[in-house]
């Protein structure tokens, strides 16, 4: 079955409605799958929205905000400072030579993808004297377009270990889980063998590295996100479902 995304408005009684509609649907798929809603967190994606659409949907309930680009979050945190107690994560990929920002003005990062970002990343937490909480990306499509250490192939997965081995014994950043996109389908059904894919590796990296904590698994957007939550996922992350199409200039 296609599941077409209802067309948004930026009307701010809209966006309520659809933020509320939205978590509402995230907790009848996680009772569905017999899992507690609460364990479910919501990343409101706000990539090109302006402060007033930001300002209506932190007002309705979100806590937690995805960005894509670092200046384009810096800018936008500097107008949200009535806000204080909002988390602001990184979830689009980073370039090493975007690190300090990361560490400077995010909460959280959900895309760490190679070693070189990883010691960048642990030496900026180290100056600023914090331990910054991040995910691993993985490609579990095989899609050149997507990021992330190569994991479509399930036998392959061996040979990932040495280097997230390096990745966890660096001691100013801490790995909380993992992170993956999947291809977009029309039918949400589709994606549902690559978040499973994904929970295998979680389930791999659990037995072969249990020192590590791998408890988070941040995959599910707009268009499949109650399939996500079907098969595991700890956070969605949406924007469109929410506040209606990304804005251009």
């Known amino acids: ?27 009848k798929a996680a009772r569905s799958a017999g899992r507690d809603p609460a ?22 309930g979100a806590h937690f905000l995805g960005e894509n680009y670092a200046e384009e979050a810096i800018s936008k945190k500097q107008g949200l400072v009535n806000y204080p107690g909002i988390g602001w994560h990184m979830i689009g990929h980073v370039q090493s030579r975007k690190a300090e920002l990361v560490v400077t ?43 992330g250490w190569p994991a479509w192939q399930e036998e392959t997965w061996e040979k990932l270990l040495p280097e997230i081995r390096q990745v966890l014994d660096l001691s100013n950043i801490k790995v909380h889980g993992l992170m993956t996109m999947a291809p977009f389908f ?24 249990p020192q590590s904590d791998w408890s988070e698994l941040s995959m599910g957007m707009s268009a499949d996100f109650e399939v996500a939550v079907q098969e595991g996922a700890t956070w969605v992350r949406i924007g469109q479902a929410i506040l209606g199409p990304r804005q251009t200039n």
């Open 1 to 27: 079955m296609k599941v077409m995304l209802e067309p948004v408005t930026h009307n701010s009684t809209h966006i309520a409605d659809n933020y509320q509609h939205v978590m509402e649907r995230i907790h």
């Open 105 to 147: 003005y995010f909460n959280y990062l959900h895309s760490l993808d190679n070693l070189k970002l990883a010691n960048r990343l642990n030496r900026f937490a180290n100056i600023l004297g914090c331990i910054f909480p991040l995910l691993l990306e993985f490609n579990v499509s095989g899609e050149s377009s997507k990021y």
């Open 39 to 60: 364990s479910i967190r919501l990343v409101v994606v706000t990539k090109t929205q302006p402060l007033d659409i930001i300002r209506t949907v932190i007002e309705a």
């Open 186 to 209: 029309p039918d949400p059904e589709q994606a549902r063998p690559y978040f499973q894919r994904l929970c295998r590796l979680q389930q791999f990296l659990i037995r072969r590295l």
